[in-house]
């Protein structure tokens, strides 16, 4: 019903830029937030930034003044502007949606893109 594709993951020296962006297509009949979490290896997924369709934004404390979520309402998709990275900041990132649909409220996950910080 609901599919996200995500795209702008790669590789990054520290102190690097990467932005990643996720467009959502689909019966969709309204989304209230979308978001971005991240996976490391060997931790749990976490919330990295997620914004309302009314602009509303929260931030993972680890990443408050160097990422920005912004969104574009009209064409469905997120965007996390990811400055200042970190060697800790190497995860695959998740794009999601909390969106109805014809079948009802639910959360929808994109596929993951890897992104990683080394020298």
């Not at 290896?41 to 934004?57: F, H």
């Not at 931030?59 to 997120?78: M, P």
């Not at 990132?93 to 890897?114: A, H, K, L």
Request: charged letters at 15%.
């Amino acid at each position: 019903q609901v599919q996200l594709v995500e795209s702008g993951g790669g590789l990054v020296q520290p102190g690097g830029s990467l932005r990643l962006s996720c467009a959502a297509s689909g019966t969709i009949l309204n989304i209230h937030s979308m978001g971005w979490y991240r996976q490391a290896p060997g931790k749990q997924r976490e919330l990295v930034a997620r914004i309302t369709s009314g602009g509303s934004t929260n931030y993972a404390d680890s990443v408050k003044g160097r990422f920005t979520i912004s969104r574009d309402n009209a064409q469905n998709t997120v965007y996390v502007q990811m400055n200042s990275l970190k060697p800790e900041d190497t995860a695959v990132y998740y794009c999601n949606v909390d969106v109805t649909s014809w079948i009802g409220r639910f959360d929808y996950w994109g596929q993951g893109t890897q992104v990683t910080i080394s020298s």
